[in-house]
T-cell receptor, first 113, second 112 residues
Framework: DTAVSQTPKYLVTQMGNDKSIKCEQN?????MYWYKQDSKKFLKIMFS???????INETVPNRFSPKSPDKAHLNLHINSLELGDSAVYFC????????????FGPGTRLLVL | GNSVTQMEGPVTLSEEAFLTINCTYT??????LFWYVQYPGEGLQLLLK?????DKGSNKGFEATYRKETTSFHLEKGSVQVSDSAVYFC???????????FGTGTRLLVSP
């Protein structure tokens, strides 16, 4: 059984479009995260939710809007996509909010043309 | 703020060679330290962790010791295999509402 799953795995779209990425975890964790990995493999946190509440919101354009309908799901909606949004987006989850192991999904490879 | 510095890659080794990937950190308090591994085309997986000074994390032949005096958490393996080729990330996390801070990643290439 997949612990952290993301859909879609690949996303190719045109500049200016709006797209969503979905994440689900079946680990019973309270905390979920979105990370962005650029072409040089640098990994940076974007958002974190704990029990459906936003606890970390890094300096991310407001075109990016996370939504957590319940503890097991954290979706990422991106408006007006730009070329620079091309990256791999990883969802992760953990049991708590500090020091615990984070479990990562397989990633969504977004390419904006 | 918290930060992690790890050696630039790629690190290129022959099978059965000894591996060291250096990692140093800057943090307040007593962070937890992690090594994650990313195989080609996949997400990150926890390789090992240590939560307090002098703890040694180990898994799959890899080891790292939490050294508070040198603020380091170097990754080592005595004999690498081709299947170890991946990108390795050192990371730290504080307590409370603390985010996981990653190093820039070190690519390891092991040839037969």
């Amino acid at each position: 059984d997949t612990a952290v799953s993301q859909t879609p795995k690949y996303l190719v779209t045109q500049m200016g479009n709006d797209k969503s990425i979905k994440c689900e975890q079946n680990l019973g964790h309270d905390t979920m995260y979105w990370y962005k990995q650029d072409s040089k493999k640098f990994l940076k946190i974007m958002f974190s939710y704990n029990n459906k509440e936003l606890i970390i919101n890094e300096t991310v354009p407001n075109r990016f809007s996370p939504k957590s309908p319940d503890k097991a799901h954290l979706n990422l909606h991106i408006n007006s996509l730009e070329l620079g949004d091309s990256a791999v987006y990883f969802c992760a989850s953990s049991a708590g909010t500090g020091g615990e192991t984070q479990y990562f999904g397989p990633g969504t490879r977004l390419l904006v043309l | 703020g918290n930060s992690v510095t790890q050696m630039e890659g790629p690190v290129t080794l022959s099978e059965e060679a000894f591996l060291t990937i250096n990692c140093t950190y800057t943090a307040t308090g007593y962070p937890s330290l992690f090594w994650y591994v990313q195989y080609p085309g996949e997400g990150l997986q926890l390789l090992l962790k240590a939560t307090k000074a002098d703890d040694k994390g180990s898994n799959k032949g890899f080891e790292a010791t939490y050294r508070k005096e040198t603020t380091s958490f170097h990754l080592e393996k005595g004999s690498v295999q081709v299947s170890d080729s991946a990108v390795y990330f050192c990371a730290l996390s504080g307590t409370g509402f603390q985010k996981l801070v990653f190093g820039t990643g070190t690519r390891l290439l092991v040839s037969p």
